[in-house]
């Protein structure tokens, strides 16, 4: 069995109680307030700036250079897809650069990247690879079981539709295919070092829900 797919039905429970958390309900119900709805794309506007920064740096770190290449691409199309989205959602929602500078990032933020990097400078490019894969496969799953949902919310919806575009689905199905890749061209317990680091970041995302309905704090 392909790497990605005995991960994938390892971390099913985590994973189902991320689809099905009560902040993707209250997305998709309208019931989710805005501030939970801020409190949220604040934290992860300083996720995926580290998220597409680990990109950049697992690139560097990899041998491969076919890796390298996508890796590279991947980070590209973050910024030109989610990262640009965001922008737009911050006008929007009159979130200015001082809203930002003024909120922390939260504990499980801070735990999460902070993961994703402990995970490449101890155990290398191939594992960063596979703590990077939960966050695109699972938003895309979001995404698929939210098909035919319309949130009464514009701005909900709008985050939804997102993660429901070829812009969005292509390159996760390209990220899988990579990870299946280094880990065949990886040893046991490098494979092992990938296991971990794709648990670790499935369990994280179910804990980043939580985190934004909770507006989680330092105290
Ligand atoms: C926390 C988190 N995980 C994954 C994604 C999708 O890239 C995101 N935007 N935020």
Redesign the pocket.
């Known amino acids: 069995m392909d790497f990605s797919q005995q991960v994938y039905q390892q971390n099913q429970t985590v994973w189902q109680e991320s689809i099905h958390h009560p902040f993707i309900k209250k997305l998709s119900d309208g019931s989710m307030t805005l501030p939970t709805f801020r409190y949220y794309l604040i ?2 506007h300083y ?2 700036r580290d ?1 597409a920064r680990i990109h950049e740096l697992a690139a560097d770190a990899s041998q491969d250079q076919a890796v390298k290449t996508l890796l590279q691409e991947l980070a590209n199309s ?1 910024h030109d897809g ?1 990262i640009a989205t ?1 922008k737009t959602f911050f006008k929007e929602l009159g979130i200015s650069q001082q809203d930002v500078v003024n909120t922390p990032i939260a504990p499980t ?1 801070y735990a ?1 990247t902070s993961h994703m990097y402990r995970t490449l400078t101890q155990a290398g490019a191939p594992a960063a690879i596979a703590g990077l894969l ?3 496969w ?2 895309a799953d979001v995404g698929a079981s939210l098909q035919g949902v319309t949130s009464p919310v514009p701005i909900f919806q709008a985050w939804i539709d997102s ?1 429901q575009s070829d812009d ?1 689905t292509g390159p996760v199905a390209k990220q899988i295919k990579l990870t299946d890749q280094v880990a065949r061209q990886t040893d046991a317990t490098g494979r092992d070092a990938m296991t971990k680091a794709f648990s670790r ?1 499935a369990y ?2 179910r804990d ?1 829900w939580q985190m934004a309905l909770d507006h989680q704090d330092w105290q």
């Open positions: 934290q992860d996720y995926l998220f973050l989610e965001r933020t999460y939960p966050c695109a699972l938003y993660y969005y970041s994280y995302e980043f």
